[in-house]
């Protein structure tokens, strides 16, 4: 904390001290800065994985703005982290993916980073979507691409490139799986 904030020679000093971050007078003994980090209840015996965050990111390090936080929070309190809103709550990328574990995290991010709406973001994937695959007068219903390759034998980017060119791919035609589909779909082949 001191080096980053203090030693230009530091690898880390642009994004503190070359920012203009301290750290207070009163941290400077150890021991003050000590009693702080046990007056927050951390574990001496080594169970807690908690560490220094700064509340406000662009503020110093200090008592006032310091707590105890795991990694997640910290992953969220950052000068990147971008947020999309609901009902007047914020919401990041890794707070979503913890609320639709089916959403990739880098699914989420860059539909935050491109300024889409809660609906839009949280909507599913199309790489998570149901595909049917169609051969002669058999369709079958899978999880979506992955699990089709996975079952049939086939490379699921192979799927992909099928379905972009809307060509069949080793006899199978692929597509993605209405609901209100009309096809008669058999779900339990064994293959």
């Not at 007078?25 to 700064?54: A, C, I, M, P, S």
């Not at 300024?115 to 695959?133: C, Q």
């Not at 999880?143 to 034998?153: C, E, F, I, M, P």
Request: with cysteine; aromatic share 12%.
């Amino acid at each position: 904390m001191l080096k980053r904030c203090e030693d230009p020679e530091n690898h880390a000093y642009k994004h503190y001290g070359g920012r203009g971050i301290q750290v207070c007078n009163e941290w400077h003994d150890y021991n003050n800065f000590k009693k702080w980090y046990l007056d927050q209840g951390f574990d001496v015996f080594g169970n807690d994985k908690r560490t220094t965050d700064r509340i406000d990111v662009d503020g110093n390090y200090c008592p006032e703005n310091c707590r105890l936080a795991n990694i997640s929070t910290q992953a969220n309190n950052k000068r990147n982290t971008r947020y999309v809103e609901r009902c007047g709550k914020r919401y990041s990328a890794r707070d979503i993916v913890n609320l639709y574990p089916r959403l990739s995290f880098n699914t989420v991010r860059s539909r935050i980073y491109r300024g889409l709406s809660w609906e839009e973001v949280v909507k599913p994937s199309k790489k998570n979507k149901p595909i049917t695959a169609s051969k002669g007068n058999i369709t079958i219903i899978f999880q979506n691409k992955r699990d089709a390759g996975k079952k049939l034998g086939i490379d699921s980017s192979y799927i992909n490139k099928c379905m972009q060119e809307d060509k069949p791919g080793k006899g199978w035609r692929f597509e993605y799986f209405e609901e209100d589909s009309e096809k008669k779909l058999v779900t339990e082949t064994k293959l």
